[in-house]
């Protein structure tokens, strides 16, 4: 059964800061690796989807990295901003399900 | 058009009532799914729909009950529900990639956040 762990559970920066949230997940037998945000109380944004051939995958400030071998993934996020402060969960999906991490939540203050 | 959308955005129900969840996508996605969130904690998945079959019901128990009308369309029918039944459920749908591996982003609607008294 896939486990996925996310460091930390909680960070606060002040803003201007670059930050990485860690994945490890214990089934390296993925197809690929989702990073989502949630704001609390609402649904799941999709930030980025690294397939499992590749190593990297970028979107603006955000740079998202896989390691499927050893079972880790990072979120590097540049230049925080308070607009980045919310809850972001990591999910490796195996054979027709997405398996969630128990989340990093992020304050950015001004 | 990138939107899943999910009604109502607030239930609270009897024990002893029956409602539905609604969730709709125009998105042309053929897999379709329930998750219910508690909260603090991560989603957990609760049915996958693939091309308006059920594909995986991870032992959910029968109160709750998915139905899937046609490709936009998802519901889940609630009846005789519990306290520790409240929660967030969500709604997310992807297109299938090959061999039925959900290999594509997965969007999510905003939710629907149920109170069982």
């Known amino acids: 059964k896939q486990e996925v762990t996310q460091i930390p559970a909680a960070l606060s920066v002040p803003e201007g800061e670059n930050l990485v949230l860690n994945c490890s997940f214990t089934d390296s037998a993925i197809y690929n690796l989702q990073w989502f945000r949630q704001d609390p109380g609402k649904g799941l944004t999709s930030l980025l989807l690294?397939?499992?051939?590749?190593r990297e995958q970028t979107s603006g400030r955000l740079n998202a990295s896989l390691d499927k071998s050893s079972g880790r993934s990072t979120l590097y996020i540049a230049a925080s901003q308070p607009g980045d402060s919310a809850t972001y969960l990591c999910?490796?999906?195996?054979?027709?399900?997405?398996?969630f991490g128990t989340g990093t939540r992020l304050l950015v203050s001004p | 058009d990138t939107e899943v959308t999910q009604t109502p955005k607030h239930l609270v129900m009897g024990m002893t009532n029956k409602k539905s969840l609604k969730c709709e996508q125009h998105m042309g996605h053929r897999a379709m799914y329930w998750y219910k969130q508690k909260a603090k904690k991560p989603p957990e998945l609760m049915f996958v729909?693939?091309?308006?079959?059920?594909?995986i019901n991870e032992s959910v128990p029968s109160r709750f009950s998915p139905e899937c009308p046609n490709s936009s369309l998802l519901n889940l029918h609630l009846h005789a529900l519990q306290p520790e039944d409240s929660a967030l459920y969500l709604c997310a749908s992807s297109q299938e990639g090959a061999q039925g591996v959900f290999g594509d982003t997965q969007y999510f609607g905003p939710g629907t956040r149920l109170t069982v008294l």
């Open positions: 999910a490796p999906s195996g054979f027709q399900k997405l398996v």
């Open positions: 729909y693939s091309y308006e079959k059920l594909s």
């Open positions: 690294i397939q499992s051939s590749q």
